[in-house]
């Protein structure tokens, strides 16, 4: 199947055919399953066996025909399993043979609603939210256009320190930006860039995917002005919502997506097609994995 005939049933970028490529180019394998839904599914190796895990991003969820072709997919590829996180509401239905797995894509999230004039949009903030706007344009910040050279800056020079987050390589986020559906924007304040966003635009949606931004100008209120003229942006060309990319009760990352009035929707959630009995340990692998780096965090 070409690119142009897997992009049509394709209802996320995770799942485009460009993803695919991208991914091949930062290291994963790749496969491309077609049942009665398609499934693009990354493989990452665990060293320093020859053993795999796939991860299907923002499919449909399978049904108990196309298990059976995952299954023979995940045998082909030495996988313990697939970990499904699908572009699915809550409530749809889950196959007998997934289980809960360990989400990375919250499995909740914001959206807006990009078919509402302006006005609406500005009404439905927090007040603190349009006075920020309105204090940042004071301040002389301008949004425009991004480069990836100043977004890269920024991620892995203020961004990962200040939050000690676990970010994707240099390499992943430079890979990333040539896709053609990918744009960036940036806030810059007496010609210094002070932020910069990577968003996703797929067919009707914008997706917020990552930001970062200098913490010494935190004052300006860079970030909501940004996002409102990524809104706008979206607006324009014609886009029918945009997707702010997960949400988290109590996390600081909410709380400033939320002022903007934003509907919160939930997910089906994630789950795991375990292929074989090696992948219960995989499970209890990843799990101390990760109490690991919060502690060190």
């Known amino acids: 199947m070409n690119s142009d005939d897997w992009n049509k049933n394709a ?28 499934y693009q599914i990354i493989w990452s190796r665990i060293k320093p066996f020859d053993l795999w895990f796939g991860y299907c991003p923002m499919s449909g969820m399978p049904n108990e025909k196309d298990i059976k072709i995952l299954r ?3 045998i082909k590829n030495n996988g313990l399993g697939i970990r499904f996180e699908p572009n699915e509401m809550k409530g749809a239905k889950i196959p007998e043979r997934m289980v809960s797995g360990r989400h990375l894509f919250k499995p909740k999230t914001f959206q807006i609603d ?7 949009l500005l009404n439905r903030m927090h007040p603190k939210c349009r006075y920020n706007i309105r204090l940042a344009q004071k301040h002389g910040v301008k949004i425009g256009e991004g480069d990836i050279e100043s977004y890269v800056k920024l991620i892995f020079g203020k961004t ?13 986020h430079w890979e990333l930006a040539q896709l053609g559906w990918v744009h960036l924007f940036k806030a810059e304040y007496k010609n210094k860039v002070i932020a910069s966003w990577m968003v996703f635009a797929w067919k009707n949606f914008v997706y917020y995917a990552y930001g970062a931004f200098d913490d010494d100008y935190k004052n300006l209120m860079a970030p ?4 409102w003229e990524i809104i706008r942006w979206g607006k324009r060309e014609g886009f029918k919502t945009l997707d702010l990319w997960g949400a988290e009760e109590g996390r ?4 400033f997506k939320q002022q903007f009035g934003p509907e919160l929707v939930e997910m089906v959630g994630t789950y795991d ?25």
């Open 114 to 120: 990009l078919t509402l004039g302006e006005d609406e």
């Open 273 to 297: 097609l375990p292929i074989n009995f090696l992948h219960w340990p995989f499970r209890m692998a990843e799990e101390i994995r990760w109490k690991i780096l919060r502690i060190l965090k």
């Open 160 to 172: 990962v320190k200040r939050q000690k987050i676990y970010s994707h390589s240099e390499k992943y």
């Open 224 to 227: 909501v002005l940004g996002l």
């Open 72 to 74: 023979d997919e995940a």
């Open 252 to 255: 600081g990352f909410s709380r």
């Open 11 to 38: 209802g996320h970028p995770m799942q485009s055919f460009e993803w695919g490529e991208f991914r091949e180019k930062v290291g994963n394998k790749i496969s491309r399953v077609v049942g009665d839904k398609q």
